[in-house]
């Protein structure tokens, strides 16, 4: 099925760790969430004020994590929408996100060339 909302290219996407959602971040400067099975939005992200380029859920699904061309880092709760943090420090391109196995832990990977 096609998962309909976005409306720039699609650049990430991941499944939840059970399967059930789906998590998508997009040019058009968002993250979404959806249904697996139904392919129904569940939630639209709004935070990143530029390409969202990587994101991922942590290990139990609770939360989203996601980098964006902006240089930022958003934690997101995975059922509300609501964001939870917003880390900075990189000083360029966020190009890679993700969460510890245990979820207690994110890092991240940046065209400023480090790892954090």
Do not use: N, Y
């Amino acid at each position: 099925q096609d998962l309909q909302g976005h409306t720039d290219t699609v650049t990430s996407v991941a499944f939840s760790h059970d399967g059930t959602q789906i998590v998508s971040g997009s040019f058009d400067k968002s993250v979404r969430v959806w249904d697996a099975a139904s392919g129904q939005e569940l939630q639209d992200l709004q935070g990143h004020t530029d390409t969202v380029t990587s994101v991922a859920f942590s290990h139990d699904g609770t939360q989203i994590v996601s980098g964006s061309f902006d240089k930022s880092v958003r934690v997101w709760d995975a059922a509300s929408g609501q964001e939870l943090q917003d880390l900075q420090g990189h000083t360029d391109t966020v190009t890679s996100v993700a969460f510890s196995h245990d979820g207690t832990q994110i890092v991240s990977g940046s065209q400023d060339l480090t790892v954090r």
